[in-house]
């Protein structure tokens, strides 16, 4: 409950809003180019919506649809950011190999097998 006062404290000034699409929405960068990587909650931008009014007896009110985004600055954290560079590591990132595995389960080819 303290969390929740302290959160709204901070947003003191400003309108919390939220907004609804059935389908991914455009995003696209400063440059109004493709994004190549989605925005991300704490991210910085702009936002095209629009609203639609409803009256369905008992409840009126607004809603918004998200139409796109222009992403402005990456603000999300990313859980990367918890690692320090290793220096005694080369960074090498091929696959790992793979290995032919016998039929464990009795079954005639291993693709009658349920494993998992």
Do not use: C, H
């Amino acid at each position: 409950m303290a969390e929740d006062n302290e959160k709204r404290e901070g947003m003191r000034g400003y309108w919390v809003l939220s907004a609804k699409s059935k389908n991914k929405p455009e995003q696209v960068d400063s440059k109004k180019a493709p994004l190549k990587a989605s925005a991300k909650s704490g991210d910085f931008g702009k936002l095209s919506i629009a609203a639609a009014e409803f009256d369905t007896g008992a409840n009126k009110g607004v809603t918004l649809y998200l139409n796109a985004l222009q992403l402005l600055e990456r603000r999300a954290a990313s859980a990367v950011d918890d690692f320090d560079e290793e220096d005694e590591f080369d960074g090498d990132t091929k696959p790992a190999e793979t290995t032919e595995r016998e039929d464990d389960e009795g079954g005639e080819k291993p693709e009658d097998d349920e494993d998992f």
